[in-house]
């Protein structure tokens, strides 16, 4: 009964997240809808902010399971040598020791926040734990107290008020034709759009005055960099029959869980391997967009900043740039198809109708555009997600330069689910398996966020620490990661609908179209 209610209270809390955008949303409405002075659209956007300020930590706090209680939990994890550093650390930095947590889930992970470094809270993983060895996970606790020091969390806050500020002016200023106003807040949009960059900009800079922090302290940048290289491309590799840092009973009373900590990570530190996985940082385009859309600087440069080192046979070749534009051209083909509809329109339709409506006239009048759409459609799901499935090993996929966001390599992995994507989040539905040679964040997929969510909270505790097999695609974004068609675990069957609907949709379209060309 005491876990219903535990559960209850978390679904409560992400309600009340989700009711902080509602109300900033309809707040926004409200003041352009009553043309209300400005500064009211700006006070609402303080207040909204500063509520979630005020709350984050202890919504985290609960979300997240974090255990802060249990010290003798705490120090048989992380260890008293550690432990001893972060307090000599603090001492010296002037700054007041961070309430140390510990989260169950062997996905490696570490994260800090609060309001200010006096109530400030620094958590880390079993998994993490268990990857890195002791002079890693001090440099990993380093850059979380460099956020701390560098008061991350009060700057962050500040700066995330910006492209909300500049909107309130867009839409006080948007129907304002007189006296340039409208022109102010055509220039308002546009900030807004970029200040969102901005923002994510600021992040990475953070980082890289955390990685800083972190080098200073360790008297170089090399353990931060092996620890980046295991939490970020996965290759931490399981050897048996070590004796595990940790005892397995200090972490959890569940049978099921106890099998992670009979072992322990090592890196497989081959020069080769480490160059490879960070040639697509530097080399491939979508790690340069991606980047750009990211509150973290891509893992290869933030090594790059912190040793020096450079990567060899890093420039783009004629071969990189075909393979991108390729990737482009079949992501957006259904809009492009879309949008030479319209480039033969009349222009004056257009500017009289709008797009959309010019768009449904053009479909309706020639119906085989429709079956047309359909195969655009086709297309782009066959290029993304083909056929030809075969067994990988986590480390064979880490090394493919050739991976992209867009079109999956077709694989199968067998290992072990060994914790959520997101550490510690009670409905997190995305999962991590190890298959001894590196880790792979796993993506779930469902046609609603609705189904995700129910498989987090009822389903995906139900694998962890068991063998499956995992059907589906290899793809690299920000980190790489594993699109999930099917889990199989123990002969039953999880699937995925996602790419199913995709499928139907196409053959729908494709079908519509000619049923209404020949039959009406």
């Not at 298959?435 to 609603?448: A, V």
């Amino acid at each position: 009964m005491k876990n219903y209610y535990k559960l209850m209270l978390r679904k409560s809390l992400i309600l009340m997240i989700l009711l902080l955008g509602v109300v900033f949303a309809a707040s926004t409405a409200i003041i352009w809808k009553l043309n209300l002075d400005l500064w009211y659209g700006i006070g609402v956007s303080v207040i909204i902010v500063g509520i979630q300020f005020l709350l984050a930590p202890w919504i985290i706090d609960i979300i997240y399971s974090v255990k802060y209680d249990d010290l003798k939990l705490i120090e048989e994890s992380i260890g008293h040598e550690v432990l001893e550093f972060i307090e000599k650390t603090c001492k010296d930095m002037n700054i007041s020791k961070p309430r140390i947590g510990i989260i169950n889930d062997g996905n490696p992970n570490a994260f800090t926040y609060g309001h200010f470094p006096k109530d400030a809270r620094l958590v880390v993983t079993t998994g993490l734990i268990s990857v890195l060895d002791k002079e890693e996970l001090k440099a990993v606790i380093a850059h979380e107290i460099g956020h701390i020091k560098h008061y991350d969390f009060i700057t962050m806050t500040i700066v995330s008020l910006i492209p909300m500020i500049l909107y309130q002016i867009y839409i006080r200023t948007k129907n304002n034709k007189s006296n340039g106003t409208y022109l102010v807040g055509l220039g308002a949009y546009a900030v807004y759009i970029l200040s969102g960059f901005f923002v994510l900009s600021f992040s990475r800079i953070r980082e890289y005055y955390a990685d800083s922090f972190s080098k200073k302290l360790m008297g170089s940048g090399e353990k931060l960099k092996s620890a980046l290289i295991k939490i970020a491309y996965g290759t931490a590799s399981r050897e048996e029959n070590e004796e595990p840092r940790v005892s397995a009973m200090a972490f959890t009373n569940n049978v099921q869980n106890d099998a992670l900590l009979f072992t322990t990570y090592k890196l497989d530190m081959k020069d080769k391997i480490n160059k490879t996985l960070m040639r697509w940082d530097v080399k491939n385009i979508w790690g340069k967009w991606y980047e750009i859309n990211s509150t973290h600087p891509l893992t290869a440069k933030r090594i790059m900043a912190l040793t020096g080192e450079k990567i060899d046979d890093s420039k783009l070749s004629i071969e990189d740039i075909k393979r991108f534009s390729f990737d482009v051209f079949i992501n957006l083909l259904p809009w492009i198809f879309a949008a030479t509809i319209l480039f033969f329109a009349q222009t004056e339709n257009i500017l009289k109708c709008g797009i959309f409506d010019v768009l449904i006239d053009n479909l309706i009048s020639n119906p085989l555009y429709i079956s047309f759409i359909g195969v655009c459609i086709l297309i782009k799901y066959y290029y993304c997600y083909s056929n030809g499935h075969k067994e990988y090993k986590v480390l064979d996929l880490l090394s493919r330069e050739d991976a992209s966001p867009i079109k999956g390599v077709p694989a199968i992995l067998k290992g072990k689910i060994i914790g959520r994507g997101i550490p510690g989040l009670f409905c997190s539905e995305d999962l991590v398996i190890d298959d001894d040679t590196g880790i792979m964040f796993i993506d779930y997929r469902q046609p609603l966020r609705i189904l995700e969510f129910l498989f987090g909270v009822f389903k995906a505790e139900e694998i962890m620490e068991k063998d499956v097999k995992v059907i589906g695609w290899y793809k690299r974004g920000i980190r790489p990661y594993f699109v999930c068609r099917y889990i199989i675990e123990d002969g039953k069957k999880i699937r995925s609908f996602n790419f199913i609907l995709k499928q139907i949709l196409g053959y729908v379209f494709i079908a519509a179209g000619i049923i209404i060309a020949f039959i009406f």
